[in-house]
């Protein structure tokens, strides 16, 4: 979507631009307006870029902001109208992997790299692996503002109830979902009605099956093969869970995220798998979950899987400076600002359960323990994989988008989808 958006932008400009390279000497300008596209659209996120914005504000009264605040789903179709319009504000949001290189390679990324490369003042506040997330030929173009991955949560009490620990093979997950199911709970909450919580199980479950080097290698048009047989596991494994662990089984493409969220949160399903960035919201003050307890464990892998069971899905999200923007250095500032150590625990601590990439901002003062132990997985994990949707090309991430729809519905094979993406991969060669 993000790639055929700024195919439009290059056509009407005249092709790619390259990248402004932003001049670490500049000084701020502290007037005009700022706009910034952010992902924190909703409750309970709002108010954090609201309350960075006037606290900045107090500092530089002439300074003014334009907060184009989108919830996780909402963001894909924002960035597609403002780039399609060429109207991309100063600071916007942007995911790791092809989405990130779409803005880069149409020169609409500033390049970051005097200002926050690693051996910089301001890139040494950050773990070295958040800033290569967003870096392409060795240059950096993304302020890394929070890392994430993904687990599954579950109700303690419900598991205590039960006699149930959380399984570490796949097959002790699938037989703890008899036991949920046999005491009246819905074993896993599951909402794929925006097609991406699928993409995260496949993506989770194609790190466990498919040796790194092809997996890593499949997620590029020019490389891809996708061959390898741990697809097909995967996707068997997929549609096993999705069948025996869901409530609403084929029919979960028509259910929410958010719904399969809140029934975790109210006691009515044993796990729901999610970010981090999800579990101070999912675990709310008032919720019943947080009276029961919040738990996680890695979506666990088939004890014969031929990938890395080491591995965990997730990656940094950051902020990327638009190379076009008259306002560069007055960005650079406010992001800056935005990332400095109290702003950086704040962002960690709940409500926003958000944990910053800034080194020491999650610590057991200002974060819950769920989101403590998360990242502690995180930086322990032999590789981060990032998401499907976004670590490979729009029309391959597409083609993966329809086929998890698909095996949910239980409208084809995995064999199918296999070839359905097989051919939009070669298709965009």
Known sequence: MAGAALALTACSDGGSQPAAVLDPNAEPQYTGTLSILTKFGGDPLEPYFEDLAAEYKKQHPEV????????DQSIKDKTKTLTASQAMPDIYFTWAGSWA??????????????VIAPGTEWGNNFGESALKAFAKDGKYFAVPLYNNGKFMGYNQRIFKELGLTPPTTFDELISSCSVLKGAG?????FGNKDGWPGLHYLQQLFAYEVPAESLQADFSPETAKLEDKGYLK???????????????????NGVLYTTAQQALAEGKSGMYYQEILEFDSTA????????????????????????????????????????????????????????????AAKLSAPPYGQPSAVKGAVST???????IEGIKQVNEASAAITWLDSVTVPAVADAWLAGGEALVAGTQTPDQVLASVRAASSAAK
Do not use: W
């Open 64 to 71: 003014s902001f334009d907060l184009i605040q989108e919830t």
């Open 101 to 114: 290189n779409n803005f880069i390679d149409g020169g609409l990324a500033a390049d970051l790299t005097p």
């Open 185 to 189: 709970y819905e074993p896993i909450s």
């Open 234 to 252: 995967a996707m068997d494994q997929f549609t096993t869970l999705v069948n025996e662990c869901t409530g609403s089984g084929k029919d979960s």
């Open 284 to 343: 709310s003050a008032e919720s019943k979950l947080k009276q029961d307890g919040l738990g996680i464990f890695k979506l666990p892998a088939a004890t014969d899987a031929k990938g890395d069971p080491k591995a965990i899905e997730g990656s940094p999200e950051g902020y990327i400076i638009n190379a076009r923007s008259k306002n560069a250095a007055l960005a650079a500032d406010f992001m800056k600002f935005a990332t400095n150590s109290q702003n």
């Open 365 to 371: 003062e200002n974060s819950s323990g769920p989101v």
